[in-house]
């Protein structure tokens, strides 16, 4: 008898553990919920507001939502309008462009780097074509390399274009660094590796690069074609 008391006992505290738990559980959810709800708010207001600064404090709470494990649709959308500001969103007074925020696109080209989705990596390829700051598009590279996304080759070939257009137009060391890399990270994805080849062979040749650059894209291409490499360059440009 004493035994199956103990038995009766056990089980009902277990059960009222439980329950305990559960309750607990779904207050936490209801409270998390609540806590995104206002916190998505609160990112689509401060991403849509006129002035650079709202979206820089956008941009923080983004971040740290991020840091923190936590995502949501507002945050994809907020991100996807913030690195096109003043690109392919733009607001005019009198003509004149007033929403050209480069160092706004730059943080949401690299917060998108976090959010490995179809989506961040459509709105990065779309910046590598169209935004004319190369501090921008490196960020866009280096993200799209972090995402690893390249279904058709249409990211590395995105990658190809930026990087002939800014070998004519502002050869600039910090966004070849930043291709080579995206290059090494996409290499495994691309089966036709011949067009990526000779973007690389371009970066390694061009004098107008800094030597750790030009290093790099010599390492990167012994790699690539099954040569040993005898240095690697692994420091940043800037």
């Not at 708010?41 to 956008?58: G, W, Y």
């Not at 007033?98 to 949401?108: G, I, L, M, S, Y």
């Not at 279904?151 to 190809?160: K, L, R, Y």
Request: aromatic share 6%; net charge negative.
């Amino acid at each position: 008898m004493k035994i199956a008391r103990t038995v009766i006992f056990l089980l009902a505290m277990v059960l009222s553990t439980n329950l305990f738990a559960q309750q607990a559980t779904r207050e936490t959810t209801v409270e998390d919920e609540y806590l995104s709800s206002v916190e998505g708010v609160i990112i689509r207001e401060l991403s849509q507001a006129d002035d650079r600064d709202n979206k820089f404090v956008s941009l923080q709470y983004i971040e740290d939502a991020l840091n923190a494990g936590r995502t949501s649709p507002d945050i994809q959308a907020a991100l996807d309008s913030l690195a096109g500001e003043g690109i392919t969103t733009q607001s005019r007074t009198n003509g004149r462009l007033v929403n050209n925020f480069p160092d706004v696109r730059r943080k949401a080209c690299e917060l998108l780097g976090k959010v490995p989705t179809e989506e961040s990596k459509n709105t990065l390829v779309q910046v590598t074509l169209a935004d004319n700051e190369p501090v921008v598009v490196a960020a866009a590279v280096r993200s799209l390399g972090e995402i690893g996304i390249n279904d058709n080759n249409e990211v590395v070939e995105a990658i190809i274009w930026a990087q002939k257009k800014y070998a004519t137009l502002n050869p600039t060391s910090s966004l070849a660094f930043e291709i080579l890399n995206a290059f090494e990270a996409l290499a495994d994805t691309v089966q036709d590796k011949a067009p990526m080849i000779q973007s690389i062979s371009a970066i390694a040749s061009n004098y107008t690069y800094a030597t750790p650059v030009r290093t790099k894209a010599y390492d990167l291409l012994k790699t690539l074609t099954g040569k040993s490499t005898s240095s690697s360059s692994s420091s940043t440009v800037k």
